[in-house]
């Protein structure tokens, strides 16, 4: 199967797309790379998907470096595959400010899922801030479309909280190991907030109790409100090297989603994400317009007789009409 | 083929058993430097786990180091099962080659090949030539 | 001195000159002997390897008589990583980096007309090394010599395949498990022979820094100390059978400063820190290998001139035994030519330049003296880390640090730093990235290791699988599982009787990977 050109038309893409949906791989990989791309060919990739997506329970999984996310993702996705799902994973890791180019080695990790037939896609973030590509979820939409599922989406942790992986997932589940209080002591809140699932992990470790310990009393005094059709986090101890808890894991991933169908709360974070999503090319498409406006001549001021406010809200009535 | 400005994405393992991946990752590093994406697969990569990911990562190039004086079973080996998996994706081939067995690799499809002591310019270009992101068809 | 040395103009020369302690004194800085090599050369044991077991036959006899003193093997990758040569992964390497070994068979052959009994053979391999050892003691017995004759090293030392070369099999701790079984056996049966050269060869190949080099390879020998008396053994009776394996690149007084650290830093932890009380135990003995990693494929004879200076830094270092690399090793396994004007490099040192006079000529030089110190205070720093993450414990903190991926980092860190002051021009590589007129094709007369050895050595696999007794062979890997699921129970035994019944190497590794399970690194990149 031939890539089709840069605005070769919807019926390449629309090719493509029937392709994927009947397994052919290939097709997938080529779906994602135009997603990628941007610009009319997403458009039209997003599209074609439209209409077959909402089968795929989307799991986005984070933590700090060194949890053992991918180690995770890795035993997670392949005790899936062997029980029969078709499992894929995203998996994002940062692209240099500096060159633009990245190392993917989240693929690396995951050798026994690949080998069990999971997808897997790297992904690098290209400059998307808060971490998470601007393609992430016209790439979960087309795999939610060629049928996988659950579609898992590994995230960068740099010790910060990712509340872009709220926006691209229907259940988060949150990987801290031994010592993490130490590590985001800062930033505790904002894990608390994303959490739908905490899972503790190289529970073989000292301090790994001490580590849930912690984690519990941090739900108990919280004045932040969990999620809301969530009810409180629960807390999963794994050793995923050795497989410990993966089943529990798993287990606990799919019981999330029952609570989320229950309430009709699945349908209101699906309808919160399709926002965000809207949101997140809205404002790519005003920056880029007012990356256009700055740049024109005559449309800025001479002399700074206009304060940069007065400025802005000129070039805003322009734009907007 | 035109330089759409989009990063080449490149797939970087090692087939066989040598251990030696110093130079491997030292290439990985330069590729990122050189604005490319890069899905490092590491050492002891089958054939089959090669094409998986070339095919799911929607490869640009494979770039395959070699140092055991494999390369002539294994280089055509990795050529055939990307042609016969229908994926039309370049194989470099880089680490220690003697230039005697050049002709060979290039008729068993190699698209390139780096020698022991390349520069980042070289390795980079040959990269980006590969993957028909030079300007040339 | 009844031994009287003359320069070439006939000027008499002292064994020795110089304040402080001597050589053969402790801490040792000055050598480990009195005389060094006025009393004797070190060994000149030349790395061989290639083919079938009867090809590298051919190139030892054709060593001893060229000269050389002790032998010294190199496995094929497969056998490395403990896999026959039928294995799916062994297609396209049989023979082709080292030399095929199945069975005792090929072991029989790879020392056929050698005298076991009065040669000193090297083995480097390390996943699966108590295998070839028990392999080499059947041979040796076939051959009416018995073991405690035996003399000879292996290499042996696993903690360095995470941290550096990745010819590992099974996780860490049961492999320190089997190495410390090796060093208990050598210890009561073995008396001449070493059981692990902790080697940081491969540390510094892979992209290290002289000092990380030094402080890796002496944190690993002091994790096999721990390990060791863990295991039951007193200090004294195993660790003067330890020994070393160092490699010797192109930075002439860094490296001559690390090996006399080495041997400063190892007297005073074995003495003040283990409670070592034998001399020999607090003596460290090394092998040098020049750096293959400084060779270039561009005008290879250049090589010959950067083996002389890393073999002369290596002698004036005081090494016990060296390998010089030939000059076509860029691009292939050495040719027999080659590796002859290796071996005659060694010679050209030992017979003609006088260095042997007088033990550590350079002791006393002021820059000498303060680079050792140096290094020695930069390796503290490294050994002062791995105690801290190692709650006390070096062996702790060296499976930590594994673990962690942190040697793996700082490795990649200085390759790459290497790498881009190469790029930048800011160091120079004569042929590489300067003084480049000359450069031209390469691929004539290298060494060829073609096809056909592999089907050669497939059929002499076959040949012994169907010759053998299959119900000793299932009877004797029954014996090694049980054995190997007891931590207690040495594995030497069982694994003697494997071999004796021509086992295969992959039979026995298959068999203890299922007690050991297999390790599956975490990339550093």
């Known amino acids: 199967m031939e890539a089709p050109e840069p605005g070769a038309g919807s019926s390449a893409v629309a090719e493509l797309a029937d392709a994927s949906r009947s397994g052919d791989r290939r097709a997938t990989a080529r779906l994602l790379s135009l997603v990628e791309r941007g610009g009319d060919p997403a458009d039209e990739v997003a599209s074609a998907a439209h209409a077959h997506v909402g089968g795929a329970h989307v799991v986005g999984i984070t933590g700090a470096p060194g949890s053992g996310k991918s180690t995770i993702t890795n ?6 595959a062997e029980a029969g799902r078709r499992p894929a994973v995203l998996a994002v890791d940062p692209s240099s400010p500096l ?21 897997i896609r790297s992904m690098a973030t290209r400059g998307h801030a808060g971490g998470l590509a601007l393609a992430v979820p016209g790439a979960v939409r087309v795999l ?9 989406v590994e995230t960068v942790g740099v010790g910060q909280v990712e509340v872009d992986v709220t926006d691209a997932a229907d259940t988060t589940v949150v990987v801290v190991a031994p010592g993490w209080g130490d590590a985001v002591q800062a930033n505790k809140a904002g894990l608390l907030e994303v959490a739908d699932l905490f899972v503790v992990n190289k529970a073989d470790r000292p301090g790994a109790t001490d580590a849930r310990r912690d984690l519990d009393l941090m739900l108990d005094l919280s004045t932040v409100a969990t999620r809301p059709g969530s009810g409180r986090p629960s807390i999963t101890m794994t050793t995923a090297t050795e497989g410990d808890g993966i089943g529990e894991l798993a287990a606990a991933v799919a019981g999330h989603l029952d609570l989320l169908c229950q309430g009709g709360e699945l349908d209101r974070r699906r309808e919160k994400r399709r926002i965000a999503e809207v949101r997140a090319h809205l404002e790519h498409l005003l920056a880029g317009a007012a990356d256009e406006a700055l740049a024109t001549e005559g449309l800025l001021p001479v002399q700074a007789s206009e304060s940069p406010m007065m400025a802005a809200r000129r070039l805003a009535r322009k734009l907007l009409g | 083929m035109v330089d759409t400005g989009l990063p080449i994405r490149v797939v970087l393992a090692k087939l066989g058993l040598d251990g030696h991946d110093r130079g491997l990752k030292v290439v990985a590093r330069m590729l990122r430097d050189a604005g490319m994406e890069v899905v490092y697969l590491g050492l002891r990569q089958t054939t089959d786990n090669i094409v998986a990911a070339v095919e799911q990562e929607d490869a640009d190039v494979v770039g395959i180091s070699m140092h055991n004086a494999g390369h002539l079973t294994l280089g055509p080996l990795i050529v055939k099962a990307l042609d016969e998996a229908g994926l039309a994706v370049p194989v470099v081939i ?19 090949v780096l020698g022991p002591g390349a ?9 980006r030539s590969a993957a028909g992101r030079d300007g040339s068809t | 001195m009844d031994d009287p040395r003359l320069t070439l103009s006939g000027i008499p020369l002292s064994p020795v000159y110089g304040e402080g302690p001597l050589p053969g004194e402790y801490p040792y800085t000055r050598g480990v002997h009195t005389d060094m090599y006025r009393s004797r050369l070190w060994t000149m044991r030349m790395f061989a390897g290639f083919g079938t077991a009867t090809d590298t036959n051919g190139r030892f006899r054709e060593l001893l008589r060229s000269g050389s003193t002790g032998l010294s093997t190199a496995f094929d990758m497969p056998t490395l990583m403990g896999r026959d040569s039928d294995h799916p992964w062994s297609l396209g390497e049989v023979g082709r980096a080292g030399v095929a070994v199945d069975t005792v068979e090929d072991m029989s052959d790879l020392f056929a007309d050698v005298d076991l009994g009065g040669v000193s053979t090297s083995m480097t391999i390390n996943g699966p090394a108590a295998i070839l050892l028990a392999m080499y003691v059947v041979v040796a017995e076939q051959g009416g010599v018995d073991r405690d004759r035996l003399a000879g090293t292996l290499q042996n030392d696993i903690l360095k395949e995470y941290q550096a070369q990745k010819e590992y099999i099974f996780p860490p701790r049961p ?3 089997l190495v410390t079984d090796v060093i208990r056996f050598t210890a009561a049966e073995m008396p001449r022979w070493n059981p692990v050269s902790v080697s940081g060869y491969h540390i510094r190949e892979a992209g290290s820094t002289a000092v990380q080099e030094l402080a890796f390879t002496l944190a690993n020998g002091f994790a096999y100390v721990e390990a060791s008396v863990a295991a039951g053994l007193d200090v004294d009776a195993f660790a003067p059978r330890l020994s070393f394996f160092f490699n010797s690149h192109v930075d002439f007084f860094e490296e001559i400063g690390k090996f006399r650290a080495a041997r400063r830093i190892w007297a005073r932890w074995l003495r003040d820190r283990y409670g070592a009380v034998d001399e020999r135990s607090l003596k460290l003995r090394f092998h040098t290998q020049t750096a293959g990693v400084s060779l270039t494929a561009q005008q290879p004879e250049t090589n010959i001139a950067r083996v002389a200076i890393q073999a002369l830094a290596g002698v004036l270092g005081g090494t016990q035994s060296l390998h010089t690399d030939s000059h076509d090793e860029a691009l292939a396994l050495p040719s027999e030519a080659a590796a002859r004007t290796a071996l005659r490099t060694q010679q050209v040192i ?3 330049t006088g260095v042997t006079g007088v033990a ?7 820059y000498v003296e303060w680079m050792t110190d140096e290094v020695e205070r930069r390796a503290e720093e490294i050994f002062a880390h791995l105690d801290e993450i190692g709650g006390g414990s070096i062996l702790e903190g060296v499976h930590e640090g594994i673990q962690s991926g942190w040697f793996m980092g700082e490795i990649a860190e200085s390759a790459y730093r290497f790498e881009r002051e190469v790029n930048a021009g800011d160091r120079i590589v004569v042929g590489v990235n300067a003084f480049t007129e000359g450069n031209g094709g390469s691929g004539a007369d290298l060494l060829r290791v073609g096809q056909e050895t592999e089907d050669d050595q497939l059929a002499r696999l076959a040949a012994v699988r169907s010759g053998r007794d299959s119900e000793a062979v299932a009877a004797s890997l029954r014996r090694v599982v049980a054995d190997a699921t007891d931590p207690e129970v040495n594995l030497m035994p069982s694994l003697i009787e494997a071999v004796r019944a021509r086992t295969t190497v992959g039979e026995i590794v298959e068999a203890l990977e299922g007690v050991f399970g297999t390790y599956v690194e975490t990339a550093v990149i």
């Open chain 1, 75 to 80: 035993s997670l996705t392949t005790l899936l």
């Open chain 1, 99 to 119: 060159t633009g180019g990245a190392i993917l080695g989240d693929r690396v990790r995951m050798s026994g899922a690949s080998e069990a037939g999971v997808f």
């Open chain 1, 144 to 152: 939610d479309a060629a049928g996988f599922d659950p579609v898992v």
């Open chain 2, 94 to 112: 880089g680490g220690i080659v003697p230039d005697a067995d050049l002709p060979e690799l290039e008729a068993a499809g190699v698209a390139a």
């Open chain 2, 119 to 127: 520069s980042v310019e070289e390795v980079v270009s040959t990269v």
């Open chain 3, 175 to 177: 492999s320190v498990r």
């Open chain 3, 350 to 352: 030992a017979h003609e």
């Open chain 3, 360 to 366: 550590d000529p350079l002791g006393g030089s002021a």
